[in-house]
Nanobody
């Protein structure tokens, strides 16, 4: 089992920035493909970004390209999501997720990820 704990969410004005962190612990012995998803009230969970286990490749949804940056520090077993130029439509609960250690492809589906954190709330005011 892998435990993921998100932090860094909060309230920010439009145009502001936040950095989310996801700390992983448990039985994982090697880096995994990591992703960030978000879910607004009454809506389905949607893909935001993911990063390869080497940290050399990334993928983003079109809605956040140029504004968000995903990164990782494998020595600390932590993945980050730097969010700049935030918009009210970015308001959601943000979830960290991990694929299984044998799955190295970057995927965007909720069902492509095996482990999930509890989420952290991001609220962007107008």
């Amino acid at each position: 089992q892998v435990q993921l704990v998100e932090s860094g969410g909060g309230l920010v004005q439009a145009g502001g920035s936040l950095r989310l962190s996801c700390a992983a612990s448990g039985r994982t012995v090697s880096p995994a493909v990591m992703g960030w998803f978000r879910q607004a009230p009454g809506k389905e969970r949607e893909f935001v970004a993911c990063i390869s286990w080497r940290g050399m490749s990334t993928s983003y949804t079109d809605f956040v390209k140029g504004r968000f940056t995903i990164s990782r520090d494998n020595a600390k077993n932590t993945v980050y999501l730097q969010m700049n130029s935030l918009k009210p439509e970015d308001t959601a609960v943000y979830y960290c997720a991990a694929r299984g250690p044998a799955q190295r492809a970057l995927r965007i589906g909720v069902n492509d990820y095996d482990y999930w954190g509890q989420g952290t709330q991001v609220t962007v005011s107008s």
